[in-house]
């Protein structure tokens, strides 16, 4: 059975935290993720922000029929190690050929591996979900949405963008948040499949980050206040409860793009059975 190696984003203190509080590392949401769909993949997970980052079992690049490079709550524009070694590791990947995925993050250091440009978004962050992604006329006929409508809602969280692609990617999609939702990246011999958004995450993540940055949320202006954002999340928990609830559908604005497992992770599905297995 094919094995896919996860470079997991965040440092071992974030991932700490993290575990402490009960929010699940990108690494584990993406293998909870692919699991659903493709229970006897093999998955090995590398934390390429730590210093002491190394392959399981003393395999390398080669032993890997693909990777997937995870979200992050660091900055690819930044010089420290946690950055760097994630862009370097991209790069060693990409010299290999092997197929490439990546959300968020992912597409950032992807597309700083290519030579491209990232930035903080003028449009400050983009959290919960991103309404309204639309394929470009390359997207509509790339495999990458085979599972998705013409236009769709996707998990997010981010505050930065990709501002300038590497003169060799592909656009494949934009929505008015972010001109860059999705593209192809390549990196070396590869070719990352690339989005910004989260089409791993599923309702109880989004739910957990709320929690997470409930002072930022209001503070930038999507709450007025606690009470009104803790009120939105006991809908999102209620929906998670009764996904065919119509009117809480309705009233929170989220459909199959977002509860139905194909649908959401389909990215990540068509890219498996396109390019790896």
Not at 79 to 101: C, D, H, K, W, Y
């Amino acid at each position: 059975m094919p094995r896919l190696l996860l470079l997991e984003g965040n440092t071992a203190e974030k991932r700490a935290l993290g575990a402490k509080i009960g929010v699940r590392s990108s690494s584990q949401i993406y293998a909870e993720a692919i699991s659903t769909h493709f229970p006897d993949l093999e998955m090995d997970t590398i934390n390429g922000a730590d210093e002491d980052w190394a392959f399981p079992e003393g395999r390398g690049f080669g032993d890997y029929d693909g990777m997937v490079i995870t979200g992050s709550s660091l900055h690819a524009y930044d010089s420290e190690f946690a950055v760097t070694n994630q862009i370097e590791l991209t790069a060693r990947a990409g010299e290999t050929g092997m197929p490439i995925f990546g959300s968020c993050w992912g597409l950032q250091i992807a597309v700083m591996a290519a030579g491209g440009q990232v930035e903080y978004s003028p449009m400050g962050r983009e959290v919960g979900i991103a309404r309204k992604i639309t394929p470009t006329d390359e997207g509509r006929g790339h495999p990458i949405f085979s599972l998705k409508n013409r236009s769709f809602d996707a998990p997010c969280i981010h505050y930065d963008e990709v501002t300038r692609l590497p003169d060799s990617a592909t656009l494949l999609a934009s929505n008015p948040h972010s001109k860059v939702q999705a593209a192809l990246v390549p990196v070396g011999k590869s070719t990352v499949w690339a989005v910004q958004y989260h089409p791993e995450f599923d309702l109880q993540q989004l739910v957990q980050l709320y929690r997470l940055y409930e002072d930022a949320m209001i503070t930038e202006g999507f709450f007025v206040d606690k009470d009104s954002m803790h009120a939105y999340v006991r809908k999102l928990d209620r929906l998670i409860a009764a996904p065919d609830d119509m009117g809480l559908r309705w009233q929170l604005g989220i459909d199959d793009d977002i509860l139905d497992d194909r649908t959401r992770n389909g990215e990540i599905i068509a890219w498996l059975e396109s390019e790896v297995l």
